[in-house]
């Protein structure tokens, strides 16, 4: 891995698996617990990503950033996509525990967004930071109340990744010569058009480090009579946000509630009300052939459906901040580290 300079990694042994950590150099083993923040990233991606904001934050807090199963150097293990995310979120707390530590802030970007609202419904948090998160019902296949579209889910899961990019992610492609390359994924769907780094190349490294071997990334498929011909499997990365395996809107009856910070980018091309990667606002725009309309296959309104939860938490005495960064796309503590990392702290008080 390339690391940062005040960046360091050591692997952690658990009784699940054994899971990569990163951690600043400078920070002090004896910061006071409650002010531990650990950093969850999403899919195919791992905690190289994190490394500008880590070194931005405060010298008075500790953080760490964990690769989940199956990404950066933690252990590769197939994923049970029936738990939902809660192998990832379980695999998180088996580490923590290991290092001793009994709760934190915890911050989740995109699928680990998913993975931090799990674990608040499984384990003590001091704080949630979701950052362009995952629908608390899963991606695809749900009406806006999150109800299913399909019994099977169809068109969720890992018959939705693109079979080339799959195939490039295996062959460590590096190159920006198609649209389905790792780096022109980063381009068009990570970041805005607008953002420039002399650090892509990190950036695409991380995204190599997904591990496609089977029960991990994208996963498995069954046939189904729905449009588009599959629904959801039961194994592997894309089937564990799959509508009949995970659900989180039950943070709502979170007692007692942790604050929650809501980060995201108004030109998200991944979460979003009319995203990009979601197969039925695909076949809306044509480019999926044999849509069957809205009334049977509607687009899945992300970001309304995070805002209907998040609501109803703040409704029920919660304490829930939304920030929307203008122009920034799916990484804005890429794009907006200053002011992503500002908040970040304002959260933890």
Known sequence: MTLLPGISSWQVQTPRLKVAVLGREADSPDTAPQRTVVLVHGNVSSALFWQEAMLALPA???????DLRGFGDSEVRPVDATRGLRDYSDDVHAALTAMGIDTAHLVGWS????VVMQYA???????????APVSPYGFGGTRRDG???TADDAGCGGGGANPDFVQRLRDRDTSDEAQTSPRSVFRSGYVSPNYTTEREDLWVESMLTTSTEPGNYPGDLVASANWPGFGAGTVGVL????P????VSGIVNLEPKPPILWVRGDVDAIVSDASFYDLNYLGELGVIPGWPGA???PAQQMVSQTRDVLDAYAAAGG???ELVFEGVGHAPHLERPAEFCSALVELIG
């Open 319 to 321: 304490q829930v901040r």
């Open 295 to 297: 009334d049977v296959a």
């Open 147 to 149: 109800t299913a579209l």
């Open 121 to 131: 419904l499984d384990y003590p948090v001091l704080s949630l930071t979701l950052q």
């Open 244 to 247: 009949k395996h995970f659900n």
């Open 60 to 66: 008075d807090l500790r953080v760490l950033a964990v």
């Open 239 to 242: 089937n564990t946000m799959a």
């Open 111 to 114: 699928m680990g967004g998913g």
